[in-house]
């Protein structure tokens, strides 16, 4: 056991933090090679814990296991798997400052946002938990007087899932949460650096009494090897992923041999608008929360913020004056704002996008540089003068640099906005009614955001379009992704 004494010292409950991963229905300790990886929390470079690095045996294993358990829990009714859901959902309330508090040192976003996280992901879980019960069939009109034509809805089976490092419990909580409720079972993996949080909830999964193998918790130093056992096993049904459309790709073409069924929530290049007939202190405020929340790393972050010619200089000046009040550091820290990133690469491309701005024409006006606290602190960041050349305008910066660009006309900025591959979010902010549609019409992204830089709930379709993914999480729109439409036509009636 080597689990560092900031996260111990501070836990109420210390059971919540294992070395262990969970493999169907036995907690493994160790691999069969005795290789184990490190989770190091960012904001100190601490040794936080060790894990088993497992390997693609360990995941056939968790399928086996997973399958014999998935049969049992879907005979199960709606109503039954909502109560068992519905223990796990308050025992993950119960525990939200626990959960906070292992996310900030693996993730090291600050603690408030830790918990708000926590509270954001059970509420999946209490919606789907209540969905469980309204897996409704139809009844069709039929084609012919002996027949009658009934559908079906039927949980697709096995579900393999991976998971990112930036959301280490509501990433998890959007697919097991609605996976579990209709009946599937999940073998899934964390990002190798936030691994603690999901097997934190595999503890609690125990406690609330949902059936040994129906969720495992694979740990390893990489995912590729599970990917590939995931997209190549037979007895998996589908793979959700969350991350970027480059691995998205990969597991695409891996499951493309077996038309593996996938959900993808991928990467953005989300345009945040000021029209000039905006309330500009409000977009100043929608700004700050979609561009800084988790330091910059959030896959609907403002990535291009586009301002109109007239009040360009005013919303330069109240945004930057509004960063610069940012507090940088360590997560736990009372005050700070903005945590580190997440490694060295992330901080890297931030670096390179701020120069490649600075090459362009671009000026610092707030931040720029990198922090003293540590390796992994970047200053947040505002740039004036941002152009489309900029690397900044095609790629997701994931970091906290805000570049601000000038437009002229509503066609512009409506052509520029779209002109990416990507399409998970958007944001405006305008006053004008007729505007207000025109725009969200015209935005060729899967979520919108107006007058709000806030958008994400568990009542709403979460996803992209264009190269940002496939299918949705959140919502009653959700729990189709894991439910396959079984067509029954029944003749022989009487007529
Ligand atoms: P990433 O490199 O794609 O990593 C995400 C996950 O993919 C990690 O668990 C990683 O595991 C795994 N992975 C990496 N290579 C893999 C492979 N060959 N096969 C299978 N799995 C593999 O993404 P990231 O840069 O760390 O995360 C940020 C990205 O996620 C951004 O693009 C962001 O926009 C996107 N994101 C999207 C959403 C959404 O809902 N649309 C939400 C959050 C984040 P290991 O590190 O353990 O190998």
Avoid at 75 to 97: C, E, F, M, P, Y
Avoid at 283 to 290: F, H
Wanted: glycine share 10%.
């Amino acid at each position: 056991m080597v689990v560092h004494e900031t996260l111990l010292s501070r836990l109420k409950d210390k059971t919540l933090v294992v070395e262990a991963a969970k493999v169907g229905s036995k907690w493994a300790q160790n691999a069969a090679d005795g290789t184990r990886f490190d989770v190091v929390n960012p904001a100190t470079g601490e040794v936080l814990a060790s894990l088993p690095a497992l390997s693609a045996e360990d995941a056939r294993q968790a399928v086996v296991d997973a399958k014999q358990a998935q049969k049992l829990w879907a005979k199960r009714t709606g109503k039954d798997r909502s109560v068992v859901l519905k223990r796990w959902h308050q025992l993950w309330i119960d525990n939200a400052d626990d959960l906070a508090l292992i996310l900030t040192c693996e993730q090291g976003k600050p603690l408030a946002e830790a918990r708000g996280e926590i509270l954001y992901g059970a509420s999946y879980l209490e919606w789907f938990a209540e969905e469980a019960k309204r897996i409704y069939g139809d009844i069709i009109p039929s084609h012919a007087e002996n027949l009658r034509i009934l559908v079906m809805k039927q949980p697709v089976g096995l579900v393999g899932a991976i998971t990112p490092w930036n959301f280490p419990n509501a990433m998890i909580a959007r697919k097991v949460a609605p996976a579990l409720a209709v009946g599937c079972a999940m073998v899934a993996k964390p990002a190798a650096e936030t691994p603690l949080s999901m097997l934190a909830l595999a503890v609690l999964a125990d406690r609330a009494g949902i059936p040994q193998g129906l969720f495992s918790v694979i740990t390893a130093r990489s995912s590729s090897e599970f990917g590939k056992e995931m997209t190549s096993n037979p007895d998996v049904a589908k793979i959700t992923f969350t991350g970027s459309t480059e691995v998205g790709r990969i597991l695409m073409r891996q499951g493309a041999d077996q038309i593996k069924k996938l959900g993808l929530e991928l990467g953005g290049n989300a345009p945040f608008i000021v029209f000039d007939d905006a309330d500009i202190d409000a977009a100043v405020d929608g700004a700050m929360a979609a561009k800084y929340r988790n330091a910059g790393q959030t896959c609907v972050c403002a990535n291009r913020i586009y301002v109109q010619s007239a009040i360009y200089e005013t919303f330069v000046e109240k945004f930057s004056a509004k960063v610069s009040e940012l507090k940088v550091g360590n997560g736990l820290d009372a005050g700070v704002t903005i945590g580190p990133l997440i490694n060295a690469a992330s901080v890297a491309k931030v670096r390179e996008h701020i120069a490649d701005a600075l090459d362009k024409g671009g000026e610092i006006v707030v931040g720029g540089g990198v922090s003293d606290l540590g390796p992994l602190f970047v200053e947040p960041t505002v740039i004036r003068g941002a152009t489309a050349t900029m690397a900044v305008s095609r790629e997701e910066t994931f970091g906290p640099l805000a570049p601000v660009f000038r437009f002229e006309t509503v066609e512009e900025v409506i052509a520029l906005a779209n002109d990416t591959e990507f399409g998970l979010s958007g944001y405006f902010y305008a006053r004008d009614m007729a505007r207000i549609f025109r725009v969200a019409e015209a935005l060729e992204v899967g979520i919108v955001g107006v007058n709000t830089g806030l958008i994400s709930t568990e009542v709403a379709p979460f996803g992209g379009v264009k190269q940002s993914g496939l299918g949705r999480e959140g919502s009653r729109y959700g729990a189709d992704d894991y439910l396959e439409i079984k067509y029954v036509c029944l003749g022989g009636q009487e007529v």
